[in-house]
């Protein structure tokens, strides 16, 4: 995600909580369909971490996974659906959604995308790394993040905002590093996988606000869960 989108949209969140809170109960929806028990669900759990370091009400957070798990007002039927294509500028994009109605959410996406432009499938994943991403910070002053990495099986780490480490992993090593990682001294706030570009585009002034801008309108929609855009920070 580009550095500086990124940092505007966590200042936006904090005074959108109701709107993240949505997309964090999705998730968690989803996630719960295969099983309610987190110590046996490594996605649930997952979600349900990064609904915590949000601050979600304990309440909101046991419904959405009784919800999903199926005990709670019947099934859910939220499916994912991901759309590639460019931001203005030829920025490159990615767009997650987890949708009740998938013609809905394509029509919105066509929508959003007229200042872009809407590609096929693979026209935009192939210059982006789909990586394991695990947010943590120490839980000691001794804490070496370099031997926590290796320790732990990341494939790389770095800085994070505030005392926070990042360390990133193969898709499939994602929940086994997280779970090593306290082991090493460091407490795991948020493990997902993402999408990473691998040649961010460098824009600034008028034209990084317009950018800006069209991934804040695709952000904003219902249906969007995630957006990873590859725009340098």
């Known amino acids: 995600m ?3 989108w990124k940092n505007k949209h966590k200042q936006d ?3 959108s909580k109701g709107r993240i809170f949505t997309k964090l109960a999705k998730e ?3 996630a719960a369909r295969n099983g309610a028990d987190p110590d046996m669900n490594a996605k649930l759990r997952s979600a ?3 609904a915590k370091k949000a601050s979600m009400p304990k309440d909101t957070l046991e419904r959405a996974i009784k919800k999903g798990a199926g005990l709670l007002d ?6 994912s659906v991901t759309y590639e294509g460019f931001a203005p500028h030829q920025v490159p ?4 959604c987890l949708t009740d109605n998938k013609n809905r959410s394509a029509q919105s996406i066509r929508m959003l995308f007229r200042k872009g432009q809407l590609a096929t499938s693979g026209a935009v994943s192939w210059d982006f790394k789909h990586l394991g991403q695990i947010e943590a910070v120490p839980a000691s002053d001794d804490a070496d993040m370099e031997l926590a990495a290796i320790e732990a099986g990341a494939q790389d780490f770095e800085a994070g905002e505030g005392n926070e480490v990042v360390f990133l992993t193969e898709p499939t090593d994602l929940d086994a590093v997280s779970k090593a ?8 706030h948020s493990a997902k996988l993402v999408y990473r570009a691998n040649n961010p585009v460098e824009l600034s002034g008028d034209a990084l606000a317009e950018v800006e801008a069209f991934l804040d309108a695709i952000d904003a929609d219902d249906d969007v869960q995630n957006v990873y855009v590859g725009l340098a920070g």
């Not at 994009?93 to 997650?96: G, P």
């Not at 990682?181 to 795991?188: C, D, H, K, T």
């Open 93 to 96: 994009v990615i767009v997650e």
């Open 181 to 188: 990682l306290p082991e090493f001294g460091y407490e795991v």
């Open 2 to 4: 580009g550095a500086q």
């Open 28 to 30: 968690i929806m989803v």
């Open 13 to 15: 969140a904090a005074a």
């Open 74 to 79: 019947g099934p859910v039927n939220y499916e």
């Open 48 to 50: 349900i971490d990064a």
